[in-house]
């Protein structure tokens, strides 16, 4: 839910930075990106600087972590999943668009 009182906002921590620091405990990327796509949801002429970081509810993740190894993509997505359940089933993360890759899939994409 989405509560605007600016008397709240410094107290609540963003979606992004719990997002961030799941991640980073759970799968130990050596490169990860969250990006912030929420406000492409909403009314035309709102922009991600106008967020309040309480309302947003979509993100594109990139990860590169070794934890991927050996697992098929449907693996690594549901790993993801799993770290941020919280977020997706009450802390109203409505969508996620992964990325999911290894660090040798990585060198092997950037030598081609």
Do not use: W
């Amino acid at each position: 839910m989405c509560d605007d009182d600016p008397l709240l906002l410094p107290i609540l921590e963003s979606t992004k930075m719990k997002i961030l620091k799941k991640l980073s405990a759970a799968l130990a990327p050596v490169h990860m990106e969250v990006e912030n796509v929420s406000f492409q949801q909403r009314q035309e002429g709102y922009t991600d600087e106008m967020s309040t970081d309480c309302c947003d509810t979509h993100f594109n993740v990139n990860l590169v972590s070794e934890e991927f190894e050996g697992r098929s993509l449907l693996k690594r997505h549901r790993l993801v999943y799993a770290v941020l359940a919280d977020e997706l089933q009450t802390g109203g993360v409505h969508a996620l668009s992964l990325v999911t890759k290894t660090p040798s899939e990585v060198a092997n994409n950037n030598q081609e």
